[in-house]
């Protein structure tokens, strides 16, 4: 008789924390939808399997999530980035925003955006995804994916309505990882918009 107690608190309290998870993401994607616009520092280390040391480079990143504008600014050690701007991806080159006419560019907009937001219900079409406190991983659905082996997002201690850091890993071993810095949201931007 206590054994089939057990059994049955065990699979109750399992079946209780399967459905405080998938609550959790939904309270975590209900604040960061709260969150109209973002300007953060970011810090990106590429750690490629044929060199020894990460290549570094830091920038700025502002966000408008209303006009869906996004900019993204290279600083060190070169000065590039792109502007996604009413769903057109410009290069940016010094002051200089050059169109991006490709396919592929229009389908980075699409996704930078669904990223961003944390569009949990997007990125569920393709990822698997599990939490583990405020760590949340993206596995491919597709195991060929061929650029991304995974995707982990940890959320800010005291506000999970703030991305703190952002690492992907690909299939080859190579990794890169983004650390946002001064992060703050919902403040106004400047009214040419994100530039």
């Known amino acids: 008789?206590?054994?089939?107690?057990?059994?049955?608190?065990?699979?109750?309290?399992?079946?209780?924390?399967?459905?405080?998870?998938?609550?959790?993401?939904?309270?975590?994607?209900?604040?960061?939808?709260?969150?109209?616009?973002?300007q953060s520092n970011f810090?990106?280390?590429?750690?490629?399997?044929?060199?020894?040391?990460?290549?570094?480079s830091t920038g700025q990143i502002r966000?408008?999530?209303?006009?869906?504008?996004?900019?993204?600014?290279?600083?060190?050690p070169f000065q590039n980035g792109f502007l996604i701007e009413k769903g057109q991806v410009y290069r940016l080159q010094g002051k200089n925003k050059v169109p991006v006419q490709n396919a592929m560019g229009r389908m980075m907009a699409a996704q930078m955006v669904v990223w961003l937001t944390l569009d949990f219900k997007s990125l569920k079409q393709d990822y698997e995804i599990s939490l583990n406190g405020r760590e949340i991983t993206f596995v491919p659905r597709n195991?060929?994916?061929?650029?991304?082996?995974?995707?982990?997002v940890w959320?800010?201690?005291?506000?999970?309505?703030?991305?703190?850091?952002?690492?992907?890993d690909e299939p080859s071993g190579d990794s890169v990882v983004w650390k946002f810095t001064h992060v703050r949201i919902n403040i106004p931007l400047n009214k040419e918009g994100v530039l």
């Open 1 to 38: 008789m206590r054994y089939k107690l057990l059994t049955c608190f065990c699979f109750f309290a399992s079946f209780a924390f399967a459905q405080a998870e998938p609550d959790l993401l939904v309270q975590y994607a209900d604040q960061i939808n709260q969150v109209k616009t973002l």
């Open 43 to 56: 810090s990106e280390e590429k750690h490629l399997s044929l060199l020894d040391q990460p290549i570094e």
């Open 63 to 76: 966000f408008d999530k209303d006009t869906q504008q996004l900019y993204w600014q290279y600083e060190t």
């Open 143 to 152: 195991k060929a994916h061929k650029v991304v082996k995974q995707i982990t």
């Open 155 to 168: 959320l800010d201690e005291k506000n999970p309505q703030i991305v703190k850091q952002v690492q992907m």
